[in-house]
């Protein structure tokens, strides 16, 4: 059975938090099915309804992006760059 994507996040959290020395990151940045996977997995647990839009996952702001593999989670306190 495949891992829930939001305890695959929660265990990177406490790994980044265990290297930063409790710090929690700013940003979480992943793939685009999978932050939308984390996104309502982390709605339903918290019991809203379909209409609620989130974008933050215990005060982390989830990015999504095009070249973060499926499987890959990237934590981070700085902002991404962007293309231009």
């Known amino acids: 059975m ?3 994507v939001l305890s695959r ?12 020395h409790g710090e929690k990151p700013l940003y979480i ?4 099915d999978e932050a939308d ?3 309502e997995q982390w709605k339903a647990e918290k019991g ?16 999504k992006h095009p070249d973060v ?4 989670i990237r934590l981070t306190n700085e902002m ?5």
């Open 48 to 63: 809203h309804d379909d209409h609620v839009v989130v974008t933050e996952f215990n005060g982390s702001k989830v990015l």
């Open 2 to 4: 495949e891992k829930h």
């Open 29 to 32: 940045i992943m793939a685009n």
């Open 9 to 20: 996040v929660r265990e990177q959290i406490r790994k980044y938090e265990d290297e930063h």
């Open 37 to 39: 996977k984390l996104m």
């Open 80 to 84: 991404p760059e962007t293309g231009s």
């Open 69 to 72: 593999k499926p499987g890959e």
